[in-house]
């Protein structure tokens, strides 16, 4: 995907005035970087962006951000934001990944869970330890783990 086409604006930690800083919930998601994955959840309204986002200002983690849409549910765009996702902290990542999304017949398209690795060969092959926000996933979650992309 032509990187012109992507919603930059997805890709970045959102600003949020007047973010009340709440430092538990703060050290509650730094503890979850200890894991391979943690799992934000709350019903709507219930602040999960807002901490992301105040743990992301004040921690020393690079964080890489993602807001996924319903137009994400389309494997091409969403493997483009996931990697550009990463790309934004760490220039030069996933020009492989780039090249295998202008071949529609590559084994991503037929094993897209081969995706779900991307933050984890990040930091293996970087050393670095990054957190990795995709926010509203529950937008196009179903499709990825029924792997039902259009």
Known sequence: MNESLLARPKLLIPNLPHLLHRPQVCRTIERGLERKLTLVSAPAGYGKTSALVDFARRNQTSVCWYTA???DRDLGP???HLVEAINVRFPGFGKRA???LTFPDGALFHDPSSILQVPHQVRHKERIAFGFVMDERRKI???IMAGKFQ
């Open 69 to 71: 849409d319903a137009r």
């Open 78 to 80: 969403f493997v483009s």
């Open 141 to 143: 979650c179903r499709e």
């Open 98 to 100: 780039r090249e295998a």
